[in-house]
């Protein structure tokens, strides 16, 4: 019987040694995966920043060549056709310079992918970002949110005239959650249209005493990815709030810091 409790004493604690480097193997593959993807990360934001530089160059190289098609523009007194030129040029400094630094090398990818996507469609973008790492998210959550976010408003302005392709991104915290907020301008009132959409920001004040039986459902071009944010926002005790404001429809994700 005492040789039965030894071997079974044995067992146990082979058993715990067992799990101890299984948990310890677990967390070892984790921080690689997460190594491999920062570096990933890395190299393409490396590129971006690459892409730029050349694209600052060639342009510097050749400036001398727009100034004088400018002055001859001038010269003839054609001059809408001047404006329309240096606007042109404009337009690829603006590029140029617009590179998103937040600290975040996963938010610095997402956001200026997309913003020189929406630029190269004429959307006028305005963005507010404050550096939060959102650290209980995980990295493939949290990108799948941004850029469906920042997927649909850009596909949005894309239906609306050219005059009015406006993109706003903000993100911030407010009251204990980071807020990740994207507008895009509208012609008309698309909750009017499609009022399922809608959500009440008073989900917050209410959260604290009863859970939200709001559903959002995917209709239309704002509804596209819509039911999958709510899913992810919602498995981290967050909160997705759509409504419109001064002429913009706006998604907003609440995550409790």
């Known amino acids: 019987m005492g040789r039965y409790k030894q071997l079974q004493s044995q067992y ?127 990295s493939i959550d949290f990108s799948a949110l941004l850029n469906n976010m920042l997927d649909n408003a850009i596909r949005a302005c894309g239906l609306e005239e050219e005059d009015i392709r406006e993109l706003h991104l903000t993100i911030s915290s407010q009251r204990g959650y980071g807020v990740i907020c994207v507008g895009n301008r509208i012609a008309e009132s698309v909750l009017k249209r499609n009022p399922e959409l809608h959500s009440s920001r008073q989900e917050i004040a209410l959260r604290e005493t009863e859970e939200s039986e709001t559903e959002i459902h995917s209709t239309g071009i704002h509804g596209m990815g819509i039911p999958g944010m709510k899913e992810i926002t919602e498995s981290y005790q967050g909160i997705l709030d759509i409504y419109e404001s001064e002429g913009f429809f706006y998604v907003s994700a609440y995550i409790p810091i």
């Open 12 to 138: 146990d604690e082979l058993q715990r040694e067992y799990a101890k480097v299984l948990a310890e193997s677990a967390e070892l593959c984790y921080t690689r995966d997460r190594l491999v993807e920062r570096q990933g990360k890395f190299q393409s934001q490396e590129e971006e920043i690459r892409k730029l530089h050349k694209s600052a160059r060639m342009l510097k190289h050749d400036m001398r060549n727009h100034m004088m098609v400018l002055s001859s523009y001038l010269a003839a007194g054609e001059y809408e056709a001047a404006k329309l030129y240096s606007s042109e040029i404009l337009d690829k400094l603006n590029v140029m310079s617009s590179y998103v630094e937040t600290g975040n090398s996963l938010l610095n990818h997402i956001v200026n992918e997309k913003f020189q996507f929406a630029r190269e469609h004429g959307i006028r973008i305005k963005a507010e970002i404050e550096n939060l790492s959102f650290h209980r998210m995980k």
